[in-house]
């Protein structure tokens, strides 16, 4: 073979053996959990080490910016999916289950997942928390304590507000609407509220993390929808930051599914990963560090969790019909860019 | 036959690049015609309405232009600093070329997000500029220069001044210090010598430098994420929101279709001007 042919042949030959050498390396000893990254993965990685050391199975993470950030990956690799185990918001399991990209559970190969109540769970998720979201504020950059949604648009916060369309896919903009009377099947009242916060507005924010920058600096001293777990470890008695959850009350419940398409032998370890997510003692592990209800009942509630949001059970808690936010979310996306996110 | 294995060593890993990169723009280009039949669902049919909801729309394709406005200012705003600054490294000593130098390359030591959230940290509400602007009495209440343009605008030059300053600063190097001595000799002057001379013989330069620039802000997305707050979404914000917040993919992909044929456009006809500004050699 002349020295021509044999290099033509190496390169296509290694091109073409890449994905199988890779194929080759996926085993059941070791599963993908796509979740978020930087202190999230600190929630997960005590479950996790603890399940690898009990039942040799590695957990593999796979970090996603944002659970749309996650579901686009699986929409991309569904053909071939190159993760297991996906943590995710309601919204965003409601458009996967529909577009067939996770797997059914059986509460028979995941007996934790019964003692989850049935409102928190569906046909392809459980939950595994309940993450509370409310308002943060900054105690030394605000001119009062602000103790209800409404106080969001008290003039005496003006150029000081950040708000966000995106977090919990126009979750604020429905909080909006309920203010002024309408709900999600009746979002006008939404946009007329956000007109009424012109002034007061000086960021919209598309991560939790760019909220929590933009208070440490002081650019905004109200993030108005924050989401607890992000700041649950720095609030304290002498923290700068406080946290107020208010009527209408949201938790989000953040839900665990298993991919479609991967091997039996993923799978199998897939169910058992996400069965020791759901036990009592996994359940208390977490959200003694995220600063979460857990979703099993069985579990311990953190105390310091029990300081910070109302007692419990949560009253006033709002039910979102997330179907009615799919179906309706790109066309607000497009409403919110023209009327919100523009300078008077 | 031994150039020719040689060439083929090359040919190898450039296929491999270029048939990568067609294989996703193809994808693209075959998303953009397909139907979206509801979120992260893209059908199996051909249809032009995503190009015609894009095209047919002032609202989005206002994202384009105005895009388009803000990449035409910044990168003028850039080509006539990052001259300035190439100019002084041409004309000054070796150590002060270098020190310069250094200080340009050493910002690509950290990755670009980093980059613009120090621009933050810099005209932010309690930023340094407007620290010191307060402390100097300049002014009572701090600069808004965060989320708007002008914020935007400032980090987009700054981020991309070192790929316009090499590629001028190269061009100039190229110029023979007898063509400068011949011109004085003969009587022009060093303003003539500048304009007439020096300036034609870095176009060159300048359209590498221009062409780079352009492409980068016209594009440009963490940039106005992070600095415009929400308020100066450019064209690459409207597509990554329609693709991966929507779910929308066959909209996102025919946007971002019609914002390569137009930059593409765009970079062709800004080469052919810089080629009749380039003298003849």
Same mark, same amino acid.
């Given at each position: 073979?002349?020295? +021509?042919?044999?290099?033509?042949?190496?390169?296509?030959?290694?091109?073409?053996?890449?994905?199988?050498?890779?194929?080759?390396?996926?085993?059941? %000893?070791?599963?993908?959990?796509?979740?978020?990254?930087?202190?999230?993965?600190?929630?997960?990685?005590?479950?996790?080490?603890?399940?690898?050391?009990?039942?040799?199975?590695? $957990?593999?993470?796979?970090?996603?910016?944002?659970?749309?950030?996650?579901?686009?990956?699986?929409?991309?690799?569904?053909?071939?999916?190159?993760?297991?185990?996906?943590?995710? $918001?309601?919204?965003?399991?409601?458009?996967?289950? +529909?577009?067939?990209?996770?797997?059914?559970?059986?509460?028979?190969?995941?007996?934790?997942?019964?003692?989850?109540?049935?409102?928190?769970?569906?046909?392809?998720?459980?939950?595994?928390?309940?993450?509370?979201?409310?308002?943060?504020?900054? %105690?030394?950059?605000?001119?009062?304590?602000?103790?209800?949604?409404?106080?969001?648009?008290?003039?005496?916060?003006?150029?000081?507000?950040?708000?966000?369309?995106?977090?919990?896919?126009?979750?604020?903009?429905?909080?909006?609407?309920?203010?002024?009377?309408?709900?999600?099947?009746? $979002?006008?009242?939404?946009?007329?509220?956000?007109?009424?916060?012109?002034?007061?507005?000086?960021?919209?924010? %598309?991560?939790?993390?760019?909220?929590?920058?933009?208070?440490?600096?002081?650019?905004?001293?109200?993030?108005?929808?924050?989401?607890?777990?992000?700041?649950?470890?720095?609030?304290?008695?002498?923290? +700068?930051?406080?946290?107020?959850?208010?009527?209408?009350?949201?938790?989000?419940?953040?839900?665990?599914?298993?991919?479609?398409?991967?091997?039996?032998?993923?799978?199998?370890?897939? $169910?058992?990963?996400?069965?020791?997510?759901?036990?009592?003692?996994?359940?208390?592990?977490?959200?003694?560090?995220?600063?979460?209800?857990?979703?099993?009942?069985?579990?311990?509630?953190?105390?310091?969790?029990?300081?910070?949001?109302?007692?419990?059970?949560?009253?006033?808690?709002?039910?979102?019909?997330?179907?009615?936010?799919?179906?309706?979310?790109?066309?607000?996306?497009?409403?919110?860019?023209?009327?919100?996110?523009?300078?008077? | 036959?031994?150039?020719?294995?040689?060439?083929?060593?090359?040919?190898?890993?450039?296929?491999?690049?270029?048939?990568?990169?067609?294989?996703?723009?193809?994808?693209?280009?075959?998303?953009?015609?397909?139907?979206?039949?509801?979120?992260?669902?893209?059908?199996?049919?051909?249809?032009?309405?995503?190009?015609?909801?894009?095209?047919?729309?002032?609202?989005?394709?206002?994202?384009?232009?105005?895009?388009?406005?803000?990449?035409?200012?910044?990168?003028?705003?850039?080509?006539? !600093?990052?001259?300035?600054?190439?100019?002084?490294?041409?004309?000054?000593?070796?150590?002060?070329?270098?020190?310069?130098?250094?200080?340009?390359?050493?910002?690509?030591?950290?990755?670009?997000?980093?980059?613009?959230?120090?621009?933050?940290?810099?005209?932010?509400?309690?930023?340094?500029?407007?620290?010191?602007?307060?402390?100097?009495?300049?002014?009572?209440?701090?600069?808004?220069?965060?989320?708007?343009?002008?914020?935007?605008?400032?980090?987009?030059?700054?981020?991309?001044?070192?790929?316009?300053?090499?590629?001028?600063?190269?061009?100039?190097?190229?110029?023979?210090?007898?063509?400068?001595? =011949?011109?004085?000799?003969?009587?022009?002057?060093?303003?003539?010598?500048?304009?007439?001379?020096?300036?034609?013989?870095?176009?060159?330069?300048? =359209?590498?430098?221009?062409?780079?620039?352009?492409?980068?802000?016209?594009?440009?997305?963490?940039?106005?994420?992070? !600095?415009?707050?929400?308020?100066?979404?450019?064209?690459?914000?409207?597509?990554?929101?329609? =693709?991966?917040?929507?779910?929308?993919?066959?909209?996102?992909?025919?946007?971002?279709?019609?914002?390569?044929?137009?930059?593409?456009?765009?970079?062709?006809?800004?080469?052919?001007?810089?080629?009749?500004?380039?003298?003849?050699?």
């Amino acid at each position: 073979m002349s020295v +021509k042919n044999f290099i033509v042949a190496a390169t296509l030959g290694a091109a073409l053996a890449l994905p199988a050498v890779s194929h080759a390396q996926e085993t059941a %000893k070791e599963i993908r959990l796509m979740t978020w990254g930087g202190s999230w993965l600190d929630i997960f990685r005590p479950v996790a080490e603890k399940f690898e050391k009990e039942t040799g199975i590695k $957990i593999e993470f796979v970090v996603q910016s944002g659970a749309g950030d996650g579901l686009n990956r699986i929409t991309a690799q569904k053909a071939n999916p190159q993760v297991d185990v996906w943590t995710s $918001i309601a919204s965003t399991v409601q458009v996967a289950t +529909k577009a067939g990209l996770l797997e059914t559970l059986d509460e028979a190969q995941l007996p934790n997942m019964k003692s989850v109540p049935a409102e928190l769970k569906g046909p392809t998720s459980s939950a595994i928390w309940l993450s509370p979201r409310g308002i943060f504020f900054r %105690k030394d950059l605000v001119p009062f304590e602000l103790k209800t949604w409404e106080d969001v648009w008290d003039p005496r916060l003006k150029g000081k507000v950040g708000v966000s369309f995106t977090l919990d896919r126009g979750n604020f903009l429905v909080l909006a609407a309920l203010l002024n009377g309408g709900s999600e099947k009746n $979002i006008d009242p939404g946009f007329e509220q956000m007109a009424k916060l012109k002034d007061n507005l000086h960021a919209v924010y %598309k991560s939790d993390p760019e909220s929590i920058k933009l208070l440490e600096t002081g650019e905004i001293s109200v993030a108005a929808w924050g989401i607890l777990p992000n700041v649950y470890r720095h609030l304290g008695p002498d923290s +700068k930051y406080q946290f107020i959850m208010p009527a209408p009350r949201f938790l989000a419940d953040i839900p665990v599914s298993i991919v479609k398409g991967r091997s039996d032998a993923q799978r199998a370890a897939a $169910i058992k990963f996400v069965d020791y997510m759901l036990s009592p003692e996994s359940q208390t592990t977490m959200a003694s560090i995220a600063g979460t209800i857990p979703a099993n009942p069985k579990a311990e509630v953190p105390e310091k969790l029990k300081s910070i949001i109302p007692p419990l059970p949560v009253a006033d808690v709002y039910q979102m019909d997330w179907s009615v936010v799919n179906e309706n979310y790109s066309k607000w996306e497009e409403r919110w860019m023209r009327e919100v996110q523009v300078r008077r | 036959m031994r150039s020719l294995a040689r060439y083929l060593i090359f040919l190898g890993p450039a296929a491999l690049v270029i048939g990568f990169f067609a294989f996703t723009m193809s994808v693209m280009v075959r998303t953009s015609f397909a139907p979206n039949l509801g979120p992260a669902i893209v059908g199996d049919g051909f249809t032009l309405d995503n190009y015609g909801q894009f095209l047919g729309s002032s609202f989005y394709l206002g994202y384009l232009f105005r895009s388009m406005w803000i990449a035409f200012y910044c990168t003028a705003i850039t080509t006539v !600093l990052g001259f300035m600054i190439a100019y002084f490294m041409f004309r000054s000593g070796p150590r002060t070329r270098l020190i310069v130098g250094v200080l340009l390359i050493v910002q690509f030591f950290t990755a670009y997000v980093i980059r613009t959230y120090a621009v933050m940290l810099v005209i932010g509400r309690t930023g340094i500029l407007n620290s010191t602007l307060l402390d100097l009495g300049i002014i009572q209440q701090p600069l808004s220069l965060l989320f708007t343009e002008v914020g935007v605008a400032a980090g987009m030059v700054l981020v991309s001044l070192p790929f316009m300053v090499f590629p001028i600063f190269a061009s100039l190097q190229s110029i023979s210090p007898n063509v400068e001595m =011949a011109a004085a000799s003969l009587g022009a002057s060093n303003t003539r010598i500048f304009w007439q001379i020096v300036v034609p013989l870095s176009m060159p330069g300048v =359209a590498a430098g221009v062409v780079i620039v352009y492409l980068f802000e016209l594009t440009s997305y963490i940039v106005p994420g992070i !600095l415009g707050g929400g308020y100066v979404d450019m064209i690459a914000n409207l597509i990554y929101a329609k =693709a991966m917040q929507s779910f929308d993919h066959p909209f996102a992909a025919a946007a971002a279709v019609v914002t390569l044929l137009v930059s593409a456009t765009t970079i062709y006809l800004l080469q052919k001007s810089f080629r009749v500004l380039s003298p003849r050699t």
